[in-house]
């Protein structure tokens, strides 16, 4: 699944659009490498999203392509 469409069906971002904008500006990396809005992510992949000065990283669980909003949780796990 691309990531920009990943972090809005997983709702890390809201909306699609500022997810693909967030990938363009280089703040979301996967496994360490900056991610296009295009890029693929799999099942174990490490997310690392840098918003105003706080960074997020979070492991892929599960990808879906239509998700209930109470089981987003369940596609990632925040990393500490």
Do not use: W
Not at 21 to 40: D, M, Q, T, Y
């Amino acid at each position: 699944m691309r990531i920009d469409k990943f972090l809005k069906v997983s709702r890390i971002i809201k909306r699609r659009t500022i997810a693909q904008e967030a990938c363009e500006k280089g703040r979301v990396l996967i496994n360490g490498k900056v991610a296009k809005p295009g890029s693929v992510v799999k099942i174990g992949d490490m997310l690392e999203l840098n918003f105003a000065n706080n960074a997020t990283k979070y492991e892929v669980l599960e990808i879906k392509e239509h998700v209930k909003k109470e089981e987003t949780t369940l596609m990632y796990r925040i990393v500490e």
